[in-house]
């Protein structure tokens, strides 16, 4: 049994160096953080657009950040929420599910350790999924405030 448990623990090492190998990657990273690169410079240029208007007026005290910035005179307003919520919610699944392979726990019923950082990068994109779903609600519906 313990000879077995063991061979199982070791290819479940294998298949994880695999892995890492294929996602761990520069390409594995290329679009998550191109998404993030693209979403922070929106955010940024927005950010500093506001500012300038607010201090040609006089008042920076008029200055308001915002977490979200919608596209003025769109029919697509919420791209920006769109692009976060579901784009999180693929890149959840595919590090929860596919990354795994399904296996959570190891052997002896605890989570599989050698897919701890498959867990935590899924945490990680549950709060961006959760933000935008809630701002989603908030502006759509007026459900949160």
């Known amino acids: 049994m313990n000879e077995e448990l063991f061979r199982e623990i070791e290819r479940e090492r294998e298949r ?62 919420y791209l920006e929420l769109y692009v976060i919520t579901i784009g999180s919610l693929i890149d959840m ?13 190891d052997g002896h019923g605890s989570l599989n350790s050698a897919h701890l950082n498959d867990f935590e990068h899924a945490a990680m994109l549950l709060m961006f999924f959760l933000y935008g779903i809630a701002a989603l609600l908030s502006e759509t519906t007026g459900y949160i405030y």
């Open 93 to 105: 699944c595919i590090e929860f599910f596919y990354s795994t392979h399904m296996r959570f726990t």
């Open 16 to 77: 994880e160096r695999e892995r890492e190998r294929e996602m761990g990657s520069f390409e594995g990273h290329l679009l998550p953080g191109t998404l993030f690169l693209l979403i922070g410079l929106w955010h940024v240029g927005n950010t500093i657009v506001k500012y300038v208007g607010a201090t040609g007026t006089g008042t920076v005290s008029s200055f308001q950040g915002r977490i979200w910035h919608p596209l003025p005179g769109s029919p697509v307003k």
